[in-house]
């Protein structure tokens, strides 16, 4: 290699500190275009640091769309958008072999989900055939089809929306199926002063069609993210803080109004989302604190209520509330 080549590839490969930079200036670039979500922003900088799915949960028009849109805007990331619907095939997620009639051979057209940022847009509203047809690509970063697998580009990131008022003509995600996904955050009305600015901005000529004129632009790329979830992985976690998550999701499974809790599955993705928490904000360790700040997102939606317990209006977020208050925290 030439010193040439060796000095590109030096600038190629950002630090710990240039990555945290960017991906510092990619919340603010999301900004631009999205007022109020800053949680959900958070989530979803948490999730491609740490391989995970996002299930965003919102009624219609509080900018789920357009906070994805901004993330791969601002990322310079491939996205695409399926929009769930009752009709939808597995092979419209996918992909599926083509019969070509003059080569007279099958050629393998890929689907929606080889990008990196993929949108499931209302994925309660299609059969669990086709909801299924993500677990492979969640989870094994592939797609087999007629027994052939598929590698699916990196970063790769599922943010799924829902409408949680809607129940008409809806399949409900199966557990096996909400357990991949990191995290499930609550995208909620804003408040009179965020709406404000909202509308402010509209007045102004703001164009959520339009990102690029609103000042979008990339500010961070997979290499940064590479560099991140490299730096992530040398954040130490004590052994007291590891007793901590696993008390804490054992003690989901115990709970009287719980019937399923937690997997390990869940144990071990909380502890992953805490670590990024961590790094994110500037620290080579884990806290239990951080492990609090993420518990809720990570957690809720793993959790299976027994039917008497939601009969007298308990939640998976009322569970878990109390949870971290009565489980005894490290010093």
């Given at each position: 290699?030439?010193?040439?080549?060796?000095?590109?590839?030096?600038?190629?490969?950002?630090?710990?500190?240039?990555?945290?930079?960017?991906?510092?200036?990619?919340?603010?670039?999301?900004?631009?275009?999205?007022?109020?979500?800053?949680?959900?922003?958070?989530?979803?900088?948490?999730?491609?640091?740490?391989?995970?799915?996002?299930?965003?949960?919102?009624?219609?028009?509080?900018?789920?769309?357009?906070?994805?849109?901004?993330?791969?805007?601002?990322?310079?990331?491939?996205?695409?958008?399926?929009?769930?619907?009752?009709?939808?095939?597995?092979?419209d997620v996918t992909g599926s072999q083509i019969y070509d009639p003059h080569s007279a051979e099958f050629t393998f057209r890929k689907g929606p989900v080889f990008t990196n940022l993929l949108l499931a847009d209302e994925i309660n509203r299609t059969p669990p055939k086709t909801q299924s047809s993500l677990l492979e690509s969640m989870?094994?970063?592939?797609?087999?089809?007629?027994?052939?697998?598929?590698?699916?580009?990196?970063?790769?990131?599922?943010?799924?929306?829902?409408?949680?008022?809607?129940?008409?003509?809806?399949?409900?995600?199966?557990?096996?199926?909400?357990?991949?996904?990191?995290?499930?955050?609550?995208?909620?009305?804003?408040?009179?002063?965020?709406?404000?600015?909202?509308?402010?901005?509209?007045?102004?000529?703001?164009?959520?069609?339009?990102?690029?004129?609103?000042?979008?632009?990339?500010?961070?790329?997979?290499?940064?993210?590479?560099?991140?979830?490299?730096?992530?992985?040398?954040?130490?976690?004590?052994?007291?803080?590891?007793?901590?998550?696993?008390?804490?999701?054992r003690a989901t499974r115990s709970s009287p109004a719980v019937a399923h809790g937690a997997s390990t599955r869940g144990a071990t993705a909380l502890l992953a989302a805490a670590r990024a928490f961590a790094w994110l904000n500037g620290r080579a360790y884990v806290t239990p604190d951080d492990v609090k700040t993420v518990a809720m997102?990570?957690?809720?939606?793993?959790?299976?209520?027994?039917?008497?317990?939601?009969?007298?209006?308990?939640?998976?977020?009322?569970?878990?509330?109390?949870?971290?208050?009565?489980?005894?925290?490290?010093?």
């Amino acid at each position: 290699m030439t010193n040439i080549s060796k000095d590109a590839a030096l600038l190629e490969t950002p630090s710990a500190q240039e990555a945290a930079a960017a991906l510092a200036a990619l919340r603010a670039e999301i900004g631009k275009a999205v007022v109020g979500n800053d949680q959900a922003v958070l989530y979803l900088v948490l999730a491609l640091l740490c391989r995970g799915h996002v299930l965003l949960e919102g009624v219609p028009g509080v900018a789920k769309t357009l906070l994805v849109r901004a993330l791969a805007t601002s990322l310079a990331l491939e996205h695409a958008r399926v929009q769930f619907t009752p009709d939808l095939m597995p092979g419209d997620v996918t992909g599926s072999q083509i019969y070509d009639p003059h080569s007279a051979e099958f050629t393998f057209r890929k689907g929606p989900v080889f990008t990196n940022l993929l949108l499931a847009d209302e994925i309660n509203r299609t059969p669990p055939k086709t909801q299924s047809s993500l677990l492979e690509s969640m989870e094994e970063r592939q797609v087999s089809v007629d027994g052939q697998p598929r590698p699916l580009p990196d970063p790769f990131v599922v943010v799924a929306t829902q409408n949680p008022i809607e129940q008409e003509g809806t399949y409900p995600l199966p557990e096996a199926q909400l357990d991949r996904f990191l995290f499930k955050v609550d995208i909620r009305l804003p408040d009179r002063d965020d709406e404000f600015r909202i509308l402010q901005r509209h007045a102004g000529g703001f164009d959520p069609r339009d990102l690029g004129a609103a000042g979008l632009r990339p500010v961070a790329g997979p290499e940064h993210i590479a560099a991140a979830r490299a730096a992530v992985g040398q954040v130490t976690v004590s052994p007291e803080v590891l007793a901590y998550i696993v008390d804490l999701c054992r003690a989901t499974r115990s709970s009287p109004a719980v019937a399923h809790g937690a997997s390990t599955r869940g144990a071990t993705a909380l502890l992953a989302a805490a670590r990024a928490f961590a790094w994110l904000n500037g620290r080579a360790y884990v806290t239990p604190d951080d492990v609090k700040t993420v518990a809720m997102a990570v957690l809720r939606h793993r959790l299976q209520l027994r039917p008497e317990a939601e009969l007298d209006g308990v939640s998976a977020e009322g569970v878990l509330s109390s949870l971290l208050v009565s489980v005894p925290v490290p010093v």
